[in-house]
């Protein structure tokens, strides 16, 4: 059911990107684990909170039983705040794939500090991450990450 929201809301996002705010990201640990690479886009946008659509891909080498994991998180971000300074929020899905055919599933969930200069092109969060598993049995593995991100 979470996936399907999802979905839905990276889908009927793109028919409301009115404010054309899009930017490529790279995070250094985080939800894709060691670093992860991300196109994120407006949505939504009130006073002082925006919200955002972020998909992702990372890669990493795990072990000889599961070869390499390719990564696909997706979240859903929300900024609240005015001037420089924000509160960054988000939740979201995470499939693993490994080279060796198995799969994970996991929720990242995000809160953090958002450091953006409307007048420039960047911005820099820094942010806890946990990863949460919860379909064979539920496991919190704590995790941080910090990002710059590059408006186009």
């Known amino acids: 059911m979470y996936a399907i929201i999802l979905v839905l809301i990276n889908t009927t996002s793109f028919a409301q990107d ?27 946008n009130t006073n002082n909170t925006s919200f955002f659509m972020r998909n992702a891909f990372s890669f990493v080498p795990i072990d000889k039983n599961n070869g390499v994991a390719l990564i696909f ?19 979201g899905q995470t499939i693993t794939l490994t080279t060796k055919g198995k799969a994970f599933v996991l929720m990242p969930l995000s809160v ?7 007048e420039q092109k960047h911005y820099w969060r820094i942010a806890y991450t946990p ?3 919860y379909l064979v049995d539920f496991q919190v593995q704590n995790w941080g990450g910090i990002t710059y991100g590059y408006k186009f």
Do not use: C, R
Not at 18 to 44: D, I, M, P, Q, R
Not at 76 to 86: A, D, I, N
Not at 112 to 118: D, F, S, T, V
């Open 131 to 133: 990863l949460i598993s």
């Open 18 to 44: 009115n404010k054309n705010t899009k930017f490529l990201s790279l995070e250094l640990g985080g939800v894709g684990g060691l670093a992860s690479f991300s196109y994120e886009w407006e949505f939504a």
């Open 73 to 91: 998180p997706v979240m859903v971000h929300g900024v609240w705040g005015k001037g420089l300074h924000k509160v960054d929020f988000g939740i």
């Open 112 to 118: 953090g500090y958002k450091w953006q200069n409307p």
